[in-house]
T-cell receptor
Framework: AQSVTQLGSHVSVSEGALVLLRCNYS??????LFWYVQYPNQGLQLLLK??????LVKGINGFEAEFKKSETSFHLTKPSAHMSDAAEYFC??????????FGSGTRLQVQP | KAGVTQTPRYLIKTRGQQVTLSCSPI?????VSWYQQTPGQGLQFLFE???????NKGNFPGRFSGRQFSNSRSEMNVSTLELGDSALYLC?????????????FGPGTRLTVT
């Protein structure tokens, strides 16, 4: 069965600092991996996805993630945080591309 | 192109009642998936419909059901509401449902059960 673990339910960074949100997955087959962002009172927006092409995936808003099979990780990074990045971020895995299994989420706070 | 719309946005019901939530997908999308989001359980997959047929189902009791109409609009129904059903219910649409990374999510319906 597939599963996702997001380390750190809350992460706080200063504006301009590196953002690193951690995600580890478990899957019995080569997985499809995703990062979503959710702003207050809104639905989910896809940031980026890994579908077995390049291991370094670039997404929207300057975010990127690297698929590391040996570490079963798919951490999300952004070189320089912006106040508008404050939101909740979800890592998700899918084995079939028909349904997503989400992590518990990480709330990112950006300090001025 | 209009996005995924969900109605109502907010709903308050009493324990034991039933509720119906509606989702209108993006024009041309034939797959609709539903997810439940709670602080305790996080985001969980409920079910997915394609061309009026349920193709996938998550691990939820039979009180949770859904359907899809010929125009791809979908409804989900929860009968005999329990306090634990209080949640944000999200629907997502995609063209075929075969690529979850191509799903677009609606803003959700926040259900409060008292």
């Amino acid at each position: 069965a597939q599963s996702v673990t997001q380390l750190g339910s809350h992460v706080s960074v200063s504006e301009g600092a590196l953002v690193l949100l951690r995600c580890n997955y478990s899957s019995s087959v080569p997985p499809y991996l995703f990062w979503y962002v959710q702003y207050p009172n809104q639905g989910l927006q896809l940031l980026l996805k890994y579908t077995s092409a390049a291991t370094l995936v670039k997404g929207i808003n300057g975010f990127e993630a690297e698929f590391k099979k040996s570490e079963t990780s798919f951490h999300l990074t952004k070189p320089s945080a912006h106040m508008s990045d404050a939101a909740e971020y979800f890592c998700a895995v899918s084995e079939t591309q028909r349904a997503l299994t989400f992590g518990s989420g990480t709330r990112l706070q950006v300090q001025p | 192109k209009a996005g995924v719309t969900q109605t109502p946005r907010y709903l308050i019901k009493t324990r034991g009642q039933q509720v119906t939530l509606s989702c209108s997908p993006i024009s041309g999308h034939r797959s609709v998936s539903w997810y439940q989001q709670t602080p305790g359980q996080g985001l969980q997959f409920l079910f997915e419909y394609f061309s009026e047929t349920q193709r996938n189902k998550g691990n939820f009791p039979g009180r949770f059901s859904g359907r899809q109409f010929s125009n791809s609009r979908s409804e989900m129904n929860v009968s005999t509401l329990e306090l634990g059903d209080s949640a944000l219910y999200l629907c997502a649409s995609s063209v075929s449902g075969d690529r979850v990374g191509e799903q677009y999510f609606g803003p959700g319906t926040r259900l409060t059960v008292t």
